[in-house]
Nanobody, 122 residues
Framework: QLQLVESGGGLVQPGGSLRLSCAAS????????LGWFRQAPGKEREGVSC???????NYADSVKGRFTISRDNAKNTVYLQMNSLKPEDTAVYYC????????????????WGKGTLVTISS
């Protein structure tokens, strides 16, 4: 069964850090681009970051310099290290399998995870 399972969300104070994980099953990550998306309450889902099968990486302007995407093909897992977190980073974070990282938009997503909630609050 093809599946992406996110973990690592939680409640963090502003300025804190979290590392999200996305474990894939049923396929090998190394053949695909993987993206992170988020959806804040009352807002549309937006692209956060993407890493291609060749290691090409893109970030949304809102997270550049604070978030780092990485992949461990041996563990079939993608990570999102989030530092200097802000209240506006509060959202459900999703990982997704994409055709490429030519865009961080969701237009070429072909598999979604169920998401993990990140709350930034004091």
């Amino acid at each position: 069964q093809l599946q992406l399972v996110e973990s690592g969300g939680g409640l963090v104070q502003p300025g804190g850090s979290l590392r999200l994980s996305c474990a894939a099953s049923g396929f090998h990550l190394n053949y695909y681009a993987l993206g992170w998306f988020r959806q804040a309450p009352g807002k549309e889902r937006e692209g956060v970051s993407c890493i291609s099968r060749f290691g090409i990486i893109n970030y949304a302007d809102s997270v550049k310099g604070r978030f780092t995407i990485s992949r461990d093909n041996a563990k079939n897992t993608v990570y999102l290290q989030m530092n200097s977190l802000k209240p506006e980073d509060t959202a459900v974070y999703y990982c997704a399998r994409k055709a490429s990282c030519s865009t961080i938009a969701s237009s070429d997503v072909n598999l979604w995870g169920k998401g993990t909630l990140v709350t930034i609050s004091s």
